[in-house]
């Protein structure tokens, strides 16, 4: 049974500094890999989807890796501002579901002005 | 395009009531998926609608059943609602599998 783990499940750092959140799953039988926002309240937005076949990809200030074998994404966000403030889900599409995704419980990610 | 809408965005009910939830899919998408999110669980799956067939069912009692009509639009009901049934429910429209969602309706049941 597929099981996605995210650490850690907050965090708090100054703005400007680079950061690294992480994300592992435990069964690398993955269609892909996608990593969303979701701001207090809100839905969710979807940051980056990186397919089972690439290594990793950016988006302005975000660069998301995928390491299917090791079962292992990180999402690194650059220069942070506080508008960046949100929790961040992973989440992975197994290859024997349609669209059914298997999700982390999320990193709370506060920037400090 | 116009994104994936759900109404009524905000929802108050009280044990033992009914509810129903609907959500409008992007233009052309013709997979809609239904989540429950909560702040013990966390986002969990619960069923998946394509062409008007369930294709895929989360692992929630009977109570949670839905449908999709032939303009793609989705519908979920909740029967027999239960305090735990608070959460809030969040509606996805997908396409060469990426999924799109919608702000999500907020149920609070008293």
């Known amino acids: 049974k597929q099981e996605v783990t995210q650490i850690p499940a907050a965090l708090s750092v100054p703005e400007g500094e680079n950061l690294v959140l992480n994300c592992s799953f435990t069964d690398s039988a993955i269609y892909n890999l996608q990593w969303f926002r979701q701001d207090p309240g809100k839905g969710l937005t979807s940051l980056l989807l990186?397919?089972?076949s690439q290594r990793e990809q950016t988006s302005g200030r975000l660069n998301a890796s995928l390491d299917k074998s090791s079962g292992r994404s990180t999402l690194y966000i650059a220069a942070s501002q506080p508008g960046d403030s949100a929790t961040y889900l992973c989440?992975?599409?197994?290859?024997?579901?349609?669209?059914?995704?298997?999700w982390g419980a999320g990193t709370k990610l506060i920037i400090k002005p | 395009k116009a994104g994936v809408t759900q109404t009524p965005r905000y929802l108050i009910k009280t044990r033992g009531q009914q509810v129903t939830l609907s959500c409008s899919p992007i233009s052309g998408h013709r997979s809609v998926s239904w989540y429950q999110q909560t702040p013990g669980q966390g986002l969990q799956f619960l069923f998946e609608?394509?062409?008007?067939?369930?294709?895929n069912k989360g692992n929630f009692p009977g109570r949670f059943s839905g449908r999709q009509f032939s303009n793609s639009r989705s519908e979920m009901n909740v029967s027999t609602l239960e305090l735990g049934d608070s959460a809030l429910y969040l509606c996805?429209?997908?396409?060469?599998?990426?999924?799109?969602f919608g702000p999500g309706t907020r149920l609070l049941v008293l």
């Open positions: 996805a429209s997908g396409t060469q599998g990426t999924q799109y």
């Open positions: 609608y394509f062409s008007e067939t369930q294709r």
């Open positions: 990186i397919q089972s």
């Open positions: 989440a992975v599409r197994p290859l024997d579901s349609n669209y059914q995704l298997i």
